[in-house]
């Protein structure tokens, strides 16, 4: 018999101090090279998209790797490359800590439309409401502490 799965996450993580830092002339530079870190892991990016102070990425990361240290290499790597590249001056690096929501391959249609609307999603909507709601949904119990 063969071992099958889908691991499914959506992840949503921002930058330090909520800088608005990933100007969006220079963000699929960005997202290009965070689709090699995840090609690299042997996980596949079905999509990832943000604002000026955070992303959101729907990937499936292969099961021999720990969410935690693929969220590590992610923000690691990125945080360098973009000091580097010249095209993020305001950048200062990421926040401490992530949100990550397992979901089912059934779902991965409308997360992926929701992920791709982020510019218009938040015409409307805060990133701290967004993230609230998502936290809520996923039945995680909100720290207030990290709301304002």
């Not at 949904?137 to 990290?146: I, L, P, Q």
């Given at each position: 018999m063969s071992s099958y799965r889908q691991l499914l996450y959506h992840i949503v993580f921002r930058t330090k101090d909520s800088l608005p830092a990933i100007k969006q002339e220079n963000a699929g530079q960005l997202y290009s090279y965070i689709i090699g870190i995840t090609r690299n892991k042997n996980s596949h990016l079905y999509r990832?998209?943000?604002t000026e102070d955070h992303l959101h990425l729907l990937t499936d990361i292969h099961p021999s790797i720990?969410?935690?240290d693929f969220m590590r290499e992610v923000k690691v790597a990125s945080s360098v490359w973009m000091k580097n590249s010249g095209f993020f001056p305001s950048f200062n690096g990421w926040a401490d800590g992530y949100g990550a929501f397992t979901c089912s391959y059934i779902d991965a249609g409308r997360l992926i439309e929701y992920i791709k609307s982020q510019q218009e999603h938040h015409r409307k909507v805060i990133f701290e409401e967004e993230y609230r709601k998502l936290l809520l949904?996923?039945?995680?119990?909100?720290?207030?502490?990290?709301f304002p």
């Open positions: 990832i998209n943000g720990a969410l935690a949904e996923s039945g995680v119990k909100v720290d207030d502490r990290y």
